[in-house]
């Protein structure tokens, strides 16, 4: 099949417009979940939230876009990528504003719930929609995408602790800026939405196929998205109490975290490029494997002695989140099966993502240490490198669907 771009699919608004769109929401689809970590104990102490609902609070964020991400591309045939896109971000704008209002927990709870939708609908649909638009296949796009989502990630627990000593209202304008911040996303969608009438009547408009557990790439891309979505989720959230734990502060173990997912940055700049290179990624996959188990072990052992060290293996290790991003375009042609081997892969990895941190809390608790948790994290390093050496390969999913169709 040509990946030659179709020009019907010639967008009906500028590059700026396009690269803007892109950067703003991808910086943005992350801090009103990372950024809960390093205040957890605040929040809980402000809202009265027990260990279990803090436990809850953690694992939101993979139930909530494994939940949107489900449903987003049946939405996206409805209403178009655009208009999906522009609802996640307008749900996530009000939802990060109107959740620091309230003094109740269970409010508190279903607002998270409704703004971590809406970044669920973007983290599945704008990879389709890079390349529904890009005449490269994406990679240029997907490096602009896969940076934002880490510079956001970091941002979030960065900027949480300091934020809480300075905001009005501490912990709740801590969190509450993120709303703001997300008004700059906003905009531009808006716009882009309002012109793109082609993409909204094509780029979706082929029924899905509903075979993507038949090509063997796509199952194990939803493994390796789903294992390192899974870590990071529980270093978002349990992370900053494990340096707490160990003795350091609250600004300090937000530090630390920064440095887990800024190191994000350098991989979403490499890694597309890195994939659309190279006809083997498999040094990289046991790299990313290996880092992560080094990462925990010295979690485990020695926490606060160098926990800058510990802090970069996990970020090295997390190379593997842009990787698992950026193989979503490469290892399909056409953007409806990127369409759909993006909300394949995605509800799945993040459904790990939400049960991770809600197991570590309990493990936590039963056993009051986190000797066991640690242990445990470390084998995911083996399931990292094991899925990410099926998908090394340059292989493509809308390949595989032929073959499955006509067996």
Excluded at 259 to 266: E, P
């Amino acid at each position: 099949m040509s990946t030659r771009p179709d020009p019907r699919r010639t967008p009906p608004f500028g590059m700026a417009l396009i690269v803007v769109g892109v950067a703003l929401i991808s910086i943005n689809l992350r801090p009103g979940a990372t950024s809960i970590g390093p205040l957890l104990e605040e929040v809980r102490s402000g809202l009265g939230l027990g260990p279990t609902l803090a436990g809850v609070v953690t694992a939101l964020p993979g139930f909530a876009f494994a939940a949107a991400g489900g449903a987003s591309v049946a939405l996206a045939r409805r209403m178009g990528l655009s208009r999906g896109i522009t609802l996640g971000v307008a749900a996530m704008v009000f939802a990060l504003l109107a959740r620091v209002l309230t003094d109740s927990a269970l409010v508190f709870l279903v607002l998270t719930t409704i703004a971590l939708a809406g970044m669920g609908l973007g983290n599945v649909l704008v990879p389709a929609w890079i390349k529904a638009h890009s005449r490269d296949g994406g990679v240029r796009l997907m490096t602009i995408y896969g940076m934002g989502l880490t510079i956001g990630g970091s941002l979030g627990p960065l900027l949480a602790a300091p934020l809480a000593q300075v905001a009005p209202g501490q912990w709740r304008g801590a969190l509450g800026v993120w709303g703001v911040v997300a008004l700059a996303a906003l905009v531009p969608w808006v716009i882009i939405s309002a012109k793109d009438r082609v993409h909204r009547r094509t780029s979706t408009s082929a029924p899905l196929t509903g075979r993507m557990r038949h090509s063997p790439t796509a199952v194990a891309l939803t493994a390796l998205f789903g294992i390192q979505s899974m870590n990071a989720y529980i270093q978002f959230g349990w992370v900053p109490q494990i340096y707490r734990d160990a003795g350091l502060s609250g600004t300090a173990a937000g530090a630390f975290v920064a440095i887990i997912t800024g190191l994000g940055v350098l991989g979403g700049l490499l890694m597309p490029t890195v994939i659309a290179r190279s006809r083997d990624m498999s040094p990289w996959m046991i790299a990313f494997g290996v880092f992560a188990a080094a990462g925990y072990l010295g979690l485990l052992l020695a926490p606060a002695t160098v926990p800058w060290l510990w802090a970069m293996m996990l970020g090295f290790s997390g190379f593997a989140f842009p990787t698992a991003i950026a193989l979503i375009t490469a290892r399909s042609r056409d953007p409806r099966i990127t369409a759909q081997l993006s909300g394949f892969v995605q509800p799945v990895g993040y459904l790990l993502a939400g049960i991770g941190p809600l197991a570590v809390g309990a493990l936590h608790a039963a056993t009051g240490g986190w000797t066991i948790v640690l242990l445990l994290l470390m084998t995911t390093g083996l399931g990292i490198t094991l899925a990410g050496l099926r998908v090394s390969k340059h292989v493509f999913v809308d390949d595989e669907l032929e073959l499955a169709k006509g067996a």
